[in-house]
């Protein structure tokens, strides 16, 4: 059956509520009746306050986010963030050194990152493959780190942990680009958290970091000032100019959250879509293979190969394309790892799920071995 609509697994920029869309469409023109849009506003104005902290408050609610923690929005991305957490903190003591847990692609990253500014401990064996979370049993954590640093959603690979480190007390940080808003966490138990927005909470270009009030004012003198939490924290995020439209739509975005049940709902729809597609895997005898233990599988990305272990071309590239003919885009696998890759965040429907599960079955019975 053909679908006209097409449905974006894109694991970001990735799909939007189509509320949130339209609601943007609307106001492009003449943003609440002042005649301009937000695109052209001044963020040092009235208005563009008013839409900033609606972010920040709706975010606040969201997340219950304890009043000791400061919210910003920043630029530079998931990336940028590599770079100012160990600019920011590696200094909070002496030795300079952090703990780093590297469970993928994006971990990987900001390790190496980090070893620009201070000595990085990776605190488990180095994994051969990005497919599993190494037993917290078997992790050297140093008690003097400045902080542990892990990544809550392994993007590219498909690892997610689904439970928080314990750390004795050194400052917990987290990358949380891919997972945010996609189920209920603890804040206090974290110094630190960042997301980049054009996964589940908007467009590209605003990135949000939630940080303990009492981690700000410990960047080294070379940090550079966009990237100093203390001086973005003093200023709401308004040192230089924001990303003004970004902001304006991850607050469209929180407020769809908020009217569809918070994050707690999101995680049940969440659960119910990457069951549907894991259930499949599973029971295809082999046909499709997810490399990733399925103690730590992701809810929001899921890796996966057709044919075979390591994947068959020919049939993933068939896949695709009927995928395609179908309305279904963006399930390439990254170019790093290949294979195929459904991206299921908050704003892809039970309906939108449903129709890629009903395809993989259908190829299956079509190619079955
Ligand atoms: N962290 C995670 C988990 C990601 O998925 C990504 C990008 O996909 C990044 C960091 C890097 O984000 P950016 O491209 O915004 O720098």
């Given at each position: ?49 008013k ?12 997340l ?38 590297v ?8 390790a ?23 037993d ?92 100093d ?12 100019t ?11 975005v929180?407020?769809w ?51 075979k ?11 695709l ?22 991206s ?26």
């Open positions: 059956m053909e679908q006209k609509q097409t449905i974006n697994f894109g694991a970001g920029p990735a799909k939007l509520p189509q509320s949130v869309l339209l609601q943007a469409q609307k106001e492009l023109l003449n943003y609440s009746g002042l005649g301009i849009s937000v695109l052209e506003m001044s963020h040092r104005s009235a208005d563009f306050n839409i900033i902290n609606k972010s920040e408050s709706l975010l606040r609610e969201l219950d986010i304890p009043d000791n923690y400061k919210v910003l929005f920043l630029q530079g991305g998931g990336s940028g963030q590599f770079s100012a957490v160990p600019l920011n903190l590696i200094g909070l003591k002496e030795d300079r050194c952090a703990d780093y847990l469970t993928g692609t994006w971990s990987a990253k900001a190496k990152e980090a070893e620009k500014y201070g000595k990085v401990n990776i605190v488990h064996p180095k994994l051969e493959s990005y497919t599993k979370i190494p917290p049993s078997s992790w050297t954590l140093n008690p003097s780190a400045s902080y542990v640093y892990y990544c809550c959603n392994e993007t590219v690979n498909g690892v997610e942990y689904n439970f928080t480190p314990e750390t004795n007390g050194v400052v917990l940080i987290s990358d949380m680009s891919s997972n945010f808003l996609s189920r209920p966490i603890d804040v206090s138990k974290f110094g630190l958290i960042f997301a980049g927005a054009q996964k589940n909470i908007g467009s590209a270009g605003v990135t949000v970091v939630i940080v303990r009030e009492d981690l700000l004012g410990h960047a080294l003198k070379e940090c550079p000032i966009v990237l939490y203390k001086v973005q924290a003093e200023m709401n995020s308004l040192y230089n924001p990303p003004c439209f970004s902001v304006y739509i991850m607050g469209l929180l407020e959250i908020k009217n569809n049940g918070g994050s707690a709902a999101m995680e049940t729809l969440n659960k119910q879509k990457s069951s549907m597609i894991y259930e499949i895997i599973d029971s295809s005898k082999g046909f499709y293979v997810c490399p990733v233990d399925p103690s730590c599988r992701s809810r929001m990305n899921v890796p996966f190969h057709v044919g272990k390591e994947g068959d071309d020919a049939l993933e590239k068939k896949f394309e009927g995928a395609s003919k179908r309305g279904m885009i963006s399930l390439k696998g990254h170019r790093s790892v290949g294979g195929l890759r459904a299921l965040y908050n704003a892809v429907t039970l309906e939108d799920t449903a129709a890629l599960a009903d395809y993989m079955k259908v190829f299956l019975k079509e190619h079955q071995f």
